[in-house]
């Protein structure tokens, strides 16, 4: 019986969540100050509870990180969000590309890393179709492509992009998945064709119109690679740039960002998006505020949280330590 | 009740059974665990079935008549071998080809990405630094340049650290000691996107309580 307790607990939540409270849930700035002020109060008496020799089991801290996650989407708070140099180059250099430029976007990433990617992939399609960009998509992860087509999608919805009635194939076309991880790049650097002789809609490569004059990297003008690990941003500056000497740059998950600044540095990229907080960057340089500036509040709450238990755990160790 | 929303009730119950393995091990974390499991596994193979063997392999390389894919065709047999314990061992012949191809392509990349640009450009930057006459620049760039070098000490065991090296080796474990703290705080930054993806889809797409 005491088994089900839980279960039942959940269901009714879910339910009043579901069918009884108002929608859409906002909270006033008040209202928000105050909800923030107790979790840091809440934090402050985890801190005391701990000096007291008490000290906090783990599923608190996943409830402390899940109500600093979750409260922030009510809020009504806009977070001040600075562009960093490494947002800022890129938006420079897509900014020099003019109208009809070829850019070629590789998709590197699946559902998993989409909450973070997808925000800044759809961002980057949009400002490209409003600039008059023409985008060949790829990927080499087989859900890649399906990503682009949301960012598609997700574009075409902009009214400003509708307006233009983009066409398949003229405007942007989607060459699909390719296996052979970074062998598909080292080929391509050749020929576009002798790894994509069809569109993922199954057009022949020479009967897609965006693709004439198209034989290899010398006819692309800029290349922006989202990714989420292997292949991914590192064998595009391995060959792309630094064999065929395009320009490039990049979306990374947050992991893989801090490996992706040397490449910075050394000039083989030419803009960083790292993680969540370079899309929100990126939405914002480019004028539309997106999913990822949206979710920087909850981001930082859940920060604050981490940090807080990581100088909570220090003095837990410290004490333990000095016990002993 | 439209497909969207029967979609949306299955993912919020899938994304909640993960989420029930903080409380604890359970068998509706194992449910979950084994559909995702399952439905990306069938995903790839459905994905490079079509990609690869059909499009590759019969419209490309057998109606199309591109005879030169037949190499690739006839080792990716050869790799199929190693399910057979008797002839198993011509799966060595397509793996050594893939060994040996990968390894020659990244010595030359990793040596040129990873080696010598990174050296060329923490020198140059260096010098381009005064140059520019930006004090924060020409800062940051002794940083980067006093970081490798006492990083590279670290890592250089055939002397014992002791005296000037040894110190230097020490500033050094600072550097990558720093280096691994950004890298866990984006670590962290990374999981709690991840888990903001959810969150977004159980209050806006299932629940429908943000707009």
Known sequence: MKKLIAPVIIVVVILLLYFVVPKPLEFSPVTSTI?????????????????????????????????????????????????????????????????????????????????????????????????????????????????????????????????????????????????????????????????????????????????????????????????????????????????????????????????????????????????????????????????????????????????????????????????? | MGESVIGAWIAAFLTLGILTFLYKDNVIYKISEAIFIGVSAGYWFITLFWDNLYRKFWVVGIEGGQWELWGGIILGVMMLCRLSRKIGWIARWPMSFIIGAVAGLYMMLYFTSNAMVQIRSTISNLTESVNVGDPYYIIGNIVVAAGTFSGLVYFYFSKEHKGVFGATAKVGIWFIMVTFGAAFGYTVMSRMSLLIGRIDFLLSDWLKLIS
């Open chain 1, 35 to 324: 909800i923030l002020s107790l979790i840091g109060l809440a934090l402050v008496a985890m801190l005391i509870l701990t000096i007291a020799g008490k000290m906090i089991g783990r599923r608190t801290v996943f409830i402390f990180i899940a109500v600093a996650l979750t409260l922030p989407f009510m809020m009504n708070f806009k977070m001040p969000i600075r562009i960093t140099p490494e947002v800022q180059s890129l938006y420079d250099a897509l900014e020099q590309l003019p109208a009809g430029s070829k850019v070629l976007a590789a998709y590197d990433f699946d559902p998993p890393s989409a909450p973070e990617l997808q925000p800044m992939a759809d961002a980057f399609m949009t400002y490209a179709f409003k600039k008059d960009l023409r985008v060949i998509i790829m990927g080499l992860w087989p859900q890649g492509p399906q990503q682009a087509q949301l960012s598609i999608e997700a574009a075409l919805e902009d009214k400003e992009v509708a307006a233009k009635n983009l066409q398949y194939g003229v405007d942007y076309v989607n060459l699909g998945f390719q296996a052979g991880n970074e062998f598909v790049i080292q080929r391509m650097g050749s020929a576009f064709r002798g790894m994509f002789a069809r569109d993922s809609k199954d057009t022949p490569y020479d009967d897609i119109p965006l693709l004439k004059g198209v034989e290899n990297f010398s006819n692309i003008d800029f290349v922006m690679n989202f990714s989420a690990g292997k292949p991914g941003t590192q064998e595009w500056v391995q060959i792309a740039v630094d064999r065929f000497g395009v320009t490039l740059g990049a979306g990374n998950t947050a992991v893989q960002a801090p490996g992706m600044y040397p490449f910075l540095k050394g000039g083989q990229l030419v803009g960083l998006l790292g993680g969540m907080s370079g899309g929100a960057e990126f939405e914002l340089v480019t004028g539309e505020p997106g999913k990822a500036a949206g979710f920087m509040l909850s981001q930082s709450c859940a920060h604050v949280v981490v940090i807080a238990f990581i100088l909570i755990g220090n003095v837990a160790m410290l004490l333990a330590r000095k016990k002993k």
